[in-house]
């Protein structure tokens, strides 16, 4: 490749991104250039871009995208030029407690893109062939900036056992209460109820699938749950919104042997009020979930098999030239997912 620079959007600190000619990333004899054609601004990126979630200082942004394969490093054996891949962005370090484990989403080296390595943002960016996953030529590269997220509300999923017939509450119905949604109904619940505080967001909801939206106003939506579950409450409750009283009343509406997933990213001093009491006598699993244990694979054949509507969840494009805009509009109520394209 002649060009040895690219464009890329460089954080440099909050509210300080910049779009900047930088080298193209050298590759490691394991790795593979790959040239971005697409990436997603999910709703991390707003915060790291606020200061609310902290990355590393000067760094290229962004973490869900895919391309087609440039350059391959020596030692790689299965990934070729010209490929059209997606990427799982968190590497595990393969050596620690947890990774020998197996439990590679609790390394203590973890690193992912756009937090403490540079990120999607740019022209091209540089991936291990071990996180690299070549794209059906049925799955348009619009969708595969989805696979990222859908590998985590997944792994979520699993973890809260979601069963045939269940009702479900979803906390908060913005790209991730949607994906949920999708999920969950594929997985057979009976009755989905989606709670949030904005009527665009839950407009959504009622279109991908949810059976009940309550609008959330002060303490309201646990006993509109218990009256929608027949008095008995919900089998399982996924909180996406990151509100504490929200979760702290949501609580209530746990049936016996319920699933509580906190996936939700709280800010750090976030605490909330809890009856052990009642956890007990309910036999109630609260659990956090977070990133996707090797579920990356299962996502891609999830949305390539068409059974998720993404195309409803995108709701701006944007270049990687007017990205900063791009990460602004993701805050507003009916924005669920912004693409940046690079074509
Ligand atoms: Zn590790």
Do not use: W
């Amino acid at each position: 490749m002649k060009k040895r620079t690219m464009k890329a959007a460089v954080l440099h600190g909050k509210r300080d991104l910049r779009i900047e000619e930088v080298p193209i990333p050298d590759i490691a004899p394991n790795e593979v250039l790959v040239e971005m054609k697409i990436a997603g601004i999910s709703g991390i990126e707003p915060q790291i871009y606020e200061g609310g979630y902290i990355a590393r200082d000067n760094i290229i942004a962004g973490f869900q995208a895919a391309g087609i394969v440039k350059e391959i490093g020596n030692d790689v054996e299965d990934v070729a030029a010209g490929m059209r891949v997606g990427f799982d962005p968190n590497l595990h370090c393969g050596h620690c407690y947890y990774c020998k484990r197996g439990r590679t989403l609790h390394c203590e080296n973890l690193q992912g893109y756009g937090v403490h390595r540079n990120g999607t943002f740019a022209e091209y960016f540089a991936v291990p062939e071990s996180n690299i996953y070549r794209l059906p030529d049925n799955l348009p590269f619009d969708y595969a900036p989805f696979i990222e997220h859908t590998s985590c509300v997944l792994h979520s999923v699993e973890e809260s056992r979601v069963e045939i017939g269940d009702t479900v509450t979803i906390l908060g119905a913005g790209l991730v209460g949607n994906l949920f949604i999708q999920l969950i109904k594929n997985r057979g619940a009976s009755k989905i109820i989606a709670v949030d505080i904005s009527e665009k967001k839950l407009q959504k909801a009622k279109e991908q699938g949810a059976d009940y939206c309550i609008l959330s106003q002060g303490n309201n939506a646990a006993n509109k749950i218990i009256e929608i579950s027949g008095g008995r409450g919900v089998d399982v409750i996924i909180d996406t919104a990151g509100v504490p009283c929200a979760l702290e009343n949501i609580i209530e509406a746990a049936a016996k042997g319920a699933r509580v997933n906190i996936f939700a990213t709280y800010p750090l001093e976030s605490e909330i009020k809890l009856n052990p009491f009642k956890i007990l006598e309910r036999e109630i699993l609260i659990q956090g979930t977070y990133c996707n244990p090797l579920t990356f694979g299962k996502a891609l054949e999830m949305i390539a098999s068409g059974r998720i509507n993404l195309r409803a969840l995108i709701s701006y494009e944007v270049t990687l030239d007017n990205i900063e805009q791009g990460i602004i509009k993701k805050r507003d109520d009916d924005i669920f997912y912004v693409l940046v394209r690079n074509d």
